[in-house]
């Protein structure tokens, strides 16, 4: 099982750096959003705080989510070309657990999003967000964890649909939306009741509030804790690897 796992996890790894258009579609586009949107909308928002934030620092613990999103959509969608090419329907005949299929290909993709999160994170001297030395351990549990929900969802609709454009499609309807809803373009704070309580239930709000709290203090909203926060990513992640490991028992690939 082991050995499954890692042999999922390193053609992962191995597939996406040799394709750099990836890459550059994982890291370049959330960072682009981010000095565009943070530059435009700098000079009107005020946050619900008593320091004076910027958007470009607001808008930063977003962007890392933006990241992690970006690659996790990019790295499960292999799920469909190994299917298309008959590499999954051999590896589902091999004599290993099911589940490993699971963990070996959300590993991989977690592993993805927080090497790209990371490069991002050299960026955070210009947002006036650089977390201190002692929370590095806890930021990076926070985007690991994080990282393995969104990458477990990826995969478990990925699994389930038999296009790389249904694929695409559904994503941007169900993660964009989850994602503009989650405290990364606006707070919670201002937004409509019914806004806030669909932010209530998005696990991407607690995601990017314990992102938010970890690397800088008064970046705007009252959002919940980073205890709960974590909590909250656990189960998320939790839940999916539990649908992941079904849907490769109940779903029969063509």
């Given at each position: 099982m082991l050995s499954a796992i890692y042999t999922l996890w390193l053609r992962d790894i191995v597939r996406f750096y040799r394709q750099r258009s990836r890459i550059i579609g994982a890291l370049g586009t959330p960072v682009?959003?981010?000095?565009?949107?943070?530059?435009?909308?700098?000079?009107?928002?005020?946050?619900?705080?008593?320091?004076?934030?910027?958007?470009?620092?607001?808008?930063?613990?977003?962007?890392?989510?933006?990241?992690?999103?970006?690659?996790?959509?990019?790295s499960t969608i292999s799920v469909i070309e190994d299917r298309q090419t008959g590499f999954l329907q051999g590896?589902?005949?091999a004599p290993i657990p099911r589940i490993s299929i699971v963990i070996g290909k959300t590993l991989g993709g977690t592993t993805l999003a927080c090497g790209q999160a990371g490069l991002f994170l050299l960026l955070a001297p210009f947002a006036n967000a650089s977390p201190a030395w002692n929370t590095l351990p806890t930021l990076v549990l926070v985007?690991?964890?994080?990282?393995?929900?969104?990458?477990?969802?990826?995969?478990v609709l990925a699994w389930w649909l038999d296009s790389t454009q249904g694929f695409h499609a559904v994503m941007n309807l169900l993660l964009v939306p989850m994602w503009l809803l989650s405290g990364a373009v606006f707070p919670a704070d201002?937004?409509?009741?019914?806004?806030?309580?669909?932010?209530?239930?998005?696990?991407?709000?607690?995601?990017?509030?314990?992102?938010r709290s970890l690397l800088a203090e008064g970046t705007g909203g009252t959002g919940p804790s980073l205890a709960t926060s974590l909590l909250v990513l656990t189960a998320f992640g939790t839940a999916m690897l539990i649908a992941g490991a079904i849907s490769v028992r109940t779903k029969k690939l063509n």
């Open positions: 682009v959003f981010w000095i565009l949107l943070g530059s435009g909308l700098r000079s009107s928002f005020r946050a619900d705080t008593n320091a004076q934030v910027d958007y470009l620092e607001y808008f930063y613990p977003g962007t890392l989510v933006l990241i992690i999103l970006f690659t996790a959509i990019f590896v589902l005949v985007l690991s964890v994080f990282a393995f929900g969104l990458t477990g969802l990826g995969f201002g937004a409509s009741g019914w806004i806030q309580n669909i932010m209530f239930v998005n696990p991407m709000t607690y995601g990017v509030s314990a992102v």
